[in-house]
DNA sequence: CTGTTAGCGCCTTCAC
DNA sequence: GTGAAGGCGCTAACAG
């Protein structure tokens, strides 16, 4: 009497999309008006439950489904959020994954806060092209979500800023003083300074060396810069050398290379290296040499990547915690939606030492 | 004289998405009619180049980004696809990232064709729910996008069936006997057969270990069957075991230590693993017992993944092109959402053997 | 409790 | 070349 199409999953001709019905046929069938169906979707009560179980059986019937487009014209609000990373056009095209891998784990990360509320997240790459251009992506990305996070790459200032007019912006692991978004960005001081001490302090490590990442990159630039202060603090402890490398496993290799070139007498004690992509170059390129680690050159990495632990010795490292920042970074954007005069926030996240062979330490 | 309030990345307040403007607020700034206005918003010839360059603008003063929600509505097509991973619910919950993993490499795959239309991904993890909960979720999507790839996780017929009546779905790595859906998926026969080929041939092993994957994959299931029924084909070389694992790194570990446990003459001469995950564990459970990988016992995987290549020694394993998958998968799914009457669609994607060292080849 | 009625912002014929 | 006007499917007052 309510319908008499029968089951619409049986009608199906092909794989084709079929005509999708609406609200309209909904309140057509049942009988009611479109306010009234509109209600029980969203489970308002004053609908009688008599009414309401009718109209249930005619949208499960009709297998109907609210179009998105529509409602988000409606209310204003898509229930999307974008999740974009910037991939780095640095000198080399070597990026071997470096981005996705991080990205990966924020994913995570901003997925939990999201699938609370019942949001989405829109997810994109945008590869090296001119300024001009990934102004242009960022704003159509703009438009079809309710905010964004970047996680990774550097918009201008100024673009962020025309951006942010348009919708709320936080930066995954971006620079803490952009004034036109929320930030959030991990401390990568405190890991390292206890990777250090821990060198030095627990092995009694006097000659390090260290690999670095980018210097476009700020994380790279920070990681080194407390390292080198950090060693500056002990006596008779030296920074044994340095390789300028592009957080891509290659240059870990590279450094070893390097090193493994010069004088014995000069080899370093342990390698500490700006990631732990680099950090598996090094080894494996030590492991290559016939070189033991850590018996005769110790390593360390940064991030706690997921298979540093699997490696053979497992990998000390620094824990940046990923994906937390990709869970408070969605927080925040979700508070800013909800309520755009929130006054500017900058979360920092600590990082910390993770003891595992590669250092020296017991298994 | 066009308008009049200054360039509007001056006037953001704080950081709050001020009022986004429309095309009716750049029609009357420019004095034309919204019709105009959309012609030069979608290069359409028909209006005078003056004309043109003054809508251009004001769109540029003003900031205009036409909004996607209204676009769909109008257009009935929302630029966007959908890619699910249903995440396992087996009787571990040690998912260990295994998922998201493979899910990374798809999306690389996917972005390709759909940036060149300018489309963008909606991406959604389902955890463990009930199947009727999973149902409501793939529903939800549904509506936000024109069309979706199912990843990972294995969704009943008949919902399937449903879903594809409101939007085209197809698998990647999914069933190939699906009616409901295209598919494209790796054929895990050629590599397998490969790997096992070069193992008793090139190596002269004649007893192999299998480490498999959960029963439940359809994937698992495929490749040790192939596995069993190649080795059969060889006289004197037989199972030297089997374990039964979940393709979590763990499970390589559990599997050397039962190997490890029987008498040192039962060893196998090789130990093959469903996934590179386990393969991985595999390696590094035999280093910590000091076992000497691939002198005394070759190990080898399947997928590829990228850090296999980094292990001390490099991994052997079958390569199963994901990112090629996700790419065809998707190319597959835009051209059915232009023609929804296309035939059903299964397209096959060979693996192939990528000889490392763990194999015992030298390096 | 339930129905009526404006829009939401844009696209797209159809006239001029 | 350009404008006017009718939807797209849904929501949210506002009336009953």
Redesign the interface.
């Given at each position: 009497m309510f319908f008499n199409r029968g089951d619409?999953?049986e009608?199906?001709p092909?794989?084709?999309?079929?005509s999708?019905c609406t609200l309209y046929d909904v309140a057509r069938e049942a009988g009611v008006s479109t306010a009234t169906v509109s209600r029980v979707v969203h489970g308002h009560d004053r609908v009688r439950s008599s009414t309401r179980q009718r109209v249930l059986e005619v949208i499960e019937a009709l297998?109907y489904?609210?179009?998105?487009?529509?409602q988000?014209?409606a209310r204003k609000r898509?229930e999307?959020i974008g999740l974009v990373a910037i991939e780095g056009r640095g000198p080399d095209t070597d990026i071997e994954?470096e981005g996705?891998?991080f990205i990966?784990e924020v994913?995570?990360g901003v997925?939990a806060p999201l699938?609370q509320v019942?949001w989405?997240?829109?997810?994109?790459?945008l590869?090296g092209a001119d300024w001009a251009d990934a102004y242009r992506f960022l704003?159509?990305?703009?438009?079809?979500v309710d905010?964004m996070l970047i996680a990774e790459g550097i918009v201008p200032s100024?673009q962020l800023?025309?951006l942010?007019?348009?919708?709320?912006?936080t930066l995954v692991a971006g620079s803490p003083g952009e004034p036109?978004?929320?930030v959030v960005h991990a401390d990568n001081r405190s890991g390292t300074e206890a990777l250090v001490r821990h060198m030095i302090e627990q092995h009694g490590m006097t000659r390090l060396f260290y690999v670095a990442g980018p210097p476009e990159a700020p994380d790279a630039r920070e990681r080194r810069r407390v390292f080198e202060e950090t060693l500056a603090g002990y006596q008779g402890v030296r920074l044994a050398g340095c390789f300028e490398g592009r957080f891509a496993?290659i240059s870990g290799q590279l450094a070893v290379r390097e090193i493994l070139a010069a004088p014995r007498r000069e080899r370093p004690d342990a390698i500490v290296c700006g990631n732990d992509q680099m950090a598996?170059?090094a080894?494996?390129e030590l492991?290559?040499a016939g070189v033991r680690v850590p018996a005769d050159i110790a390593v360390a990495g940064f991030d706690d990547m997921?298979?540093g632990a699997?490696?053979?010795p497992p990998l000390t490292t620094v824990r940046q915690p990923m994906r937390l920042l990709g869970e408070r970074a969605c927080a925040i954007l979700l508070d800013?939606i909800a309520d755009?005069?929130?006054?500017?926030r900058v979360e920092r996240l600590a990082t910390t030492l993770v003891v595992r062979e590669s250092c020296g330490c017991p298994?």
């Open positions: 619409t999953a009608r199906v092909g794989l084709g999309s079929s999708a297998g489904v609210p179009d998105s487009a529509a988000s014209m898509k999307v994954q996705l891998l990966e994913l995570r997925e699938s019942g989405s997240v829109l997810i994109s790459v590869r704003q159509k990305i703009s438009a079809k905010g100024s800023a025309r942010a007019a348009r919708v709320p912006v036109n978004a929320d496993a598996i170059g080894m494996r492991h290559t997921y298979l699997l490696l053979a800013r755009p005069t929130l006054p500017h298994g």
